[in-house]
């Protein structure tokens, strides 16, 4: 089975704090995102990678950014924390092959700015 | 602009019965779909896929239907069990997605009443 394990399951900052979220995966995969899921907004994608120091900016990447220095693990980081960042924070993986395939989830991140 | 649409925000069923959860996508270019099952405080789980090549996809009480012309897919339940109750997101990716990026719906809520 896939394991995306987040490092964190709770946290809490305070604004204008750098702060950074880990996630580690275990199927070598080449493929790494990093979500956030909001009431009523659903998963919006802030960056992915498809290989180690690649990163793509995904549809709201303002305020964050992220790293990729080893395949299995891809951190994002809120270079200084707002209040508007208070959200849950979904890590996934996938296989880069010839056809597409499912992405894997951790648990989440659940992160209050105050 | 959405590009993939899920219009209902919830659905409540009765154990036993059919529950079917809609999805529409506005990409043309959109060749992958899949639908992944989220409790609260966990990470979305992968369900189910269907490839632009099929019109059917089934897994056991779960079907995927495609339907390419009216840009339209729908997830059946049957039959509904109270552990079914979770968010559903649909989610679709482009044509050769190799890296799977995927662009998912706002979400359902299922709840099925014992």
């Known amino acids: 089975d896939v394991k995306v394990t987040q490092s964190s399951r709770y946290l809490v900052k305070r604004t204008g704090e750098k702060v950074f979220l880990e996630c580690v995966q275990d199927m070598d995969h080449e493929n790494m995102f990093w979500y956030r899921q909001d009431p009523g907004l659903g998963l919006r994608l802030i960056y992915f990678?498809?290989?180690?120091?690649?990163?793509e900016k995904g549809d709201i990447p303002e305020g964050y950014s992220v790293s990729r220095e080893k395949k299995e693990r891809f951190s994002l980081i809120l270079e200084s924390a707002s209040t508007n960042q208070t959200s849950m924070y979904l890590c996934?993986?996938?296989?880069?092959?010839?056809?597409?395939?499912?992405?894997?989830f951790g648990d989440g991140t659940r992160l209050s700015i105050l | 602009d959405q590009q993939v649409k899920q219009n209902s925000p919830s659905l409540s069923v009765q154990e036993g019965r059919i529950s079917i959860l809609n999805c529409d996508y506005t990409n043309s270019m959109f060749d992958y779909f899949l639908w992944y099952k989220k409790y609260p405080a966990e990470g979305p789980t992968f369900l189910i896929s269907i490839s632009s090549i099929k019109d059917k996809n089934e897994d056991g009480r779960f079907t995927v239907f495609l339907n390419k012309s009216a840009k339209h897919l729908s997830l059946h339940i049957v039959p509904s069990q109270p552990g079914d109750s979770a968010v559903y997101f649909c989610?679709?990716?482009?044509?050769?997605?190799?890296?799977?990026?995927?662009?998912f719906g706002k979400g359902i809520t299922l709840s099925v009443r014992p």
């Open positions: 990678s498809y290989d180690v120091k690649m990163k």
């Open positions: 989610a679709a990716s482009e044509i050769g997605g190799a890296n799977s990026k995927l662009t």
């Open positions: 996934a993986s996938s296989a880069f092959t010839q056809s597409n395939q499912p992405q894997h």
